[in-house]
Nanobody
């Protein structure tokens, strides 16, 4: 059974940084497309970033240049480093595994974590 456990959420001021981690068990983090989504109340869950087995990365336009997704195969963990955070980045962030990509865009997810909250506020 695949389990994804997020950590690293919290509160930060605008312009600050946070790094989220997702510990993967039940599968190898490098064997499938892994990534991050986020959701705010009343809105659909939206794609943030993904990393493929060949380490190719994909980002939503809203985070490109500010967020960096990475993977540590030895620790079976994926990360997203979030810099220059804005209030609109406030959301619950979810780790996702088994992401199906179509033309570089997510088109389905097999596994979800429970989420970790990120609040960007002064």
């Amino acid at each position: 059974q695949v389990q994804l456990v997020e950590s690293g959420g919290g509160s930060v001021q605008p312009g600050g940084s946070l790094t989220l981690s997702c510990a993967v068990s039940g599968r190898s983090a490098w064997s499938t497309v892994m990534g991050w989504f986020r959701q705010t109340p009343g809105k659909a869950r939206e794609f943030v970033a993904a990393i493929a087995p060949d380490k190719r990365t994909y980002y939503a336009e809203s985070v490109k240049g500010r967020f960096t997704i990475s993977r540590d195969s030895a620790l079976n963990t994926i990360y997203v480093q979030m810099n220059s955070l804005k209030p609109e980045d406030t959301a619950d962030y979810y780790c996702a595994g088994g992401i199906r990509l179509v033309l570089g865009r997510p088109n389905g997810v097999t596994d979800w974590g429970q989420g970790t909250q990120v609040t960007v506020s002064s």
